[in-house]
């Protein structure tokens, strides 16, 4: 009897053992705390633009602020140097904007057809990257890497691969996000001359098919604000006044400072970044931010 009773009360205390195990296993897994917000970056987080690749283009609809990117597309950034020492953008209108996609300039005809008498330029849709660089990468994946040419967010082909390159690069390409400077062209590839475009919001189907070669640092939301229209119908916005920083009076000199990809406070916003969404997020949504005086 003393046998039989503890051997019920072991059956009993087993029944009731598996019954706790599937009431534990029903029970949905407690979520991870997010990760903790970096905290706000400092002095040391910022870095200074070199102010001949620093676009202030006026409009009259607000200041919009454009870092050219000269280590991913030289000759580009060299046209529009050119064309804005000039003054040849100087009361352009913004004659192409597509909501969720981009705003389009640079035309002296205003719609689409002009250009400047400078000749053409050859498609810059990739460019090469080693070790040393152009660039900084944030993340090394198996398949590609991804990181930034100052501002400018790009992927490439993984960094294991350049061990087996004669030149030890692999290819790389600027990522069209938002604000992102893109230069437009024909039908032909390497027909673009004076027109731009900056995007309105992420649209991957221009990656390796347009030249990316900059990004909006101040002045997205005026990007935004611009009117839409496919042509723009009158009176179209237009950018009033197009100046490189170094050539700006003291007076109307702002002061330019932008988050640096290898600073402390970037690489905390990638890992928070890592944490959430796995290693296969986006570099379209890292803010890179920017602080204008």
């Not at 950018?239 to 007076?251: E, I, K, S």
Request: proline share 10%; with cysteine.
């Amino acid at each position: 009897m003393i046998r039989k009773s503890i051997f019920a009360v072991a059956v009993a205390a087993s029944a009731l053992a598996v019954s706790a195990l599937a009431i534990a296993a029903a029970r949905p897994p407690k979520p991870e705390p997010a990760p903790a917000s970096p905290a706000a970056p400092t002095a040391a987080d910022f870095r200074t633009p070199d102010p001949q690749n620093v676009m202030v283009i006026d409009t009259n609809k607000g200041r919009i602020i454009v870092e050219i990117t000269p280590d991913v597309a030289p000759e580009h950034a060299e046209r529009l140097r050119a064309l804005t020492r000039q003054g040849f953008y100087d009361g352009k209108a913004f004659f192409r904007v597509i909501d969720g996609f981009m705003a389009q300039t640079g035309d002296p005809k205003n719609d689409g057809t002009g250009q400047s008498t400078l000749p053409d330029l050859a498609g810059a849709f990739t460019f090469r990257r080693g070790s040393e660089g152009p660039g900084v990468v944030i993340a090394d994946r198996a398949v590609n890497s991804v990181g930034f040419v100052g501002s400018l967010p790009f992927t490439s082909q993984s960094s294991m691969l350049m061990a087996l390159t004669k030149d030890q690069k692999v290819n790389a390409w600027g990522l069209f996000c938002p604000g992102v400077l893109g230069m437009a062209r024909g039908d032909d590839p390497n027909s673009a001359n004076s027109q731009f475009f900056l995007m309105r919001d992420h649209y991957p189907a221009l990656e390796t098919r347009y030249t990316a070669f900059g990004r909006v640092v101040s002045g997205l939301p005026v990007v935004r604000s611009i009117k839409t229209g496919e042509p723009v119908a009158p009176p179209q916005d237009q950018m009033t006044t197009v100046r490189l920083l170094a050539d700006m009076p003291a007076n109307d000199h702002p002061s330019v400072r932008v988050i640096d990809p290898q600073g402390p406070w970037f690489k905390a916003q990638v890992e928070r970044r890592r944490q959430s969404d796995g290693d296969d997020f986006s570099p379209c949504d890292l803010q890179i931010p920017a602080e204008i005086k």
